[in-house]
T-cell receptor
Framework: GAGVSQSPRYKVAKRGQDVALRCDPI?????LFWYQQALGQGPEFLTY????????KSGLPSDRFFAERPEGSVSTLKIQRTQQEDSAVYLC??????????????FGEGSRLTVL | EDQVTQSPEALRLQEGESSSLNCSYT??????LFWYRQDPGKGPEFLFT???AGEEKEKERLKATLTKKESFLHITAPKPEDSATYLC???????????FGAGTTVTVRA
């Protein structure tokens, strides 16, 4: 497809379960970001990849959160032992340029995670 | 730490009633200021990037301006299809991430 694709769109997990969220960026895009958006708030940065290298993971809230992009294309955000406070929309964004040069970010529609 | 504050939180307009949204920011060396539009259940959609004070950009009924402390998004003669949440974000020099404000939700009534 032409845009950033995220799956699943909706995920309900019981507290303590592990979840994996997938992001398929626009083909050829070097930069990939993960953001977390709580209801009524703006997106909060989680982590940044340039190709397969994770250059910034300062926004990951705890060691239960882990992200990878092994071949520099598809990325997975994994959350272990989910807690209720993890309930949010997880947004993936990609960009053609390396981020320090700025550039337009293309966002996916997000994965809405609800932890019961 | 970079900070972005948007006001008002919500804005209800009559079709054709022009208004402005405010984005105040503090950042250790601005690389760029961004405006995005977000529709319910969708990801943010890029509108503008502004790089330096005095810069202005326009797109249809939207015009963004930048000073050293704030940015304004002016909506001229809005239509119902302009209803959305408008997000402001800043990027500091040497940083990868964008830091977003909480957004202004605009509702335009026909």
């Amino acid at each position: 497809g032409a845009g950033v694709s995220q799956s699943p769109r909706y995920k309900v997990a019981k507290r303590g379960q592990d979840v994996a969220l997938r992001c398929d960026p626009i083909s050829g895009h070097v930069s990939l970001f993960w953001y977390q958006q709580a209801l009524g708030q703006g997106p909060e940065f989680l982590t940044y990849f340039q190709n397969e290298a994770q250059l910034d993971k300062s926004g990951l809230p705890s060691d239960r959160f882990f992200a990878e992009r092994p071949e520099g294309s598809v990325s997975t955000l994994k959350i272990q032992r989910t807690q209720q406070e993890d309930s949010a929309v997880y947004l993936c964004a990609s960009s053609l340029v390396t981020s320090r040069n700025t550039g337009e970010l293309f966002f996916g529609e997000g994965s809405r995670l609800t932890v019961l | 730490e970079d900070q972005v504050t948007q006001s008002p939180e919500a804005l209800r307009l009559q079709e054709g009633e022009s208004s402005s949204l405010n984005c105040s920011y503090t950042v250790s060396g601005l690389r760029g200021l961004f405006w995005y539009r977000q529709d319910p259940g969708k990801g943010p959609e890029f509108l503008f990037t502004l790089y330096s004070a005095g810069e202005e950009k326009e797109k249809e009924r939207l015009k963004a301006t930048l000073t050293k402390k704030e940015s304004f998004l002016h909506i001229t003669a809005p239509k119902p299809e302009d209803s959305a949440t408008y997000l402001c974000a800043v990027q500091a020099r040497g940083d990868y991430k964008l830091s977003f404000g909480a957004g202004t939700t605009v509702t335009v009534r026909a």
